[in-house]
């Protein structure tokens, strides 16, 4: 088992940025894959970013690349999500998730173990 809890949420304008945090304890954290999610009231949870174990590999949705990037460190068993030009778009409630796979997936279904989320709000 793996418990997963984000913070660093909170509401800003067009433009800022926000680091999320996503603190992991349980099971050894080094052998996830750890991915960022995020949903809106009404729609569908959707992929942000995700990386492997070691960092050495990442992937992006469109939407997001070159303004967002994920990392971790393993030592501290947490894995970040620095998002820098927010819109107003970005705004929705984002929830990090593991995978116990080799294998990055963007879809949902496919992650494992899932944190209560934290909200990010970007608004003038």
């Known amino acids: 088992q793996v418990q997963l809890v984000e913070s660093g949420g909170g509401q800003v304008q067009p433009g800022d940025s926000l680091r999320l945090s996503c603190a992991a304890s349980?099971?050894?954290?080094?052998?996830?894959?750890m991915g960022w999610f995020r949903q809106t009231p009404g729609k569908d949870r959707e992929f942000v970013a995700a990386i492997t174990w070691g960092g050495g590999t990442t992937n992006y949705a469109d939407s997001v690349k070159g303004r967002f990037t994920i990392s971790r460190d393993d030592a501290k068993n947490t894995v970040y999500l620095q998002m820098n030009s927010l819109k107003p778009e970005d705004s929705a409630n984002y929830y990090c998730?593991?995978?116990?796979?080799?294998?990055?997936?963007?879809?949902?279904?496919?992650?494992?173990?899932w944190g209560q989320g934290t909200q990010v709000t970007v608004s003038s």
């Open positions: 349980g099971r050894a954290f080094g052998i996830y894959i």
């Open positions: 998730a593991a995978r116990v796979s080799a294998r990055l997936s963007v879809l949902p279904s496919e992650y494992n173990y």
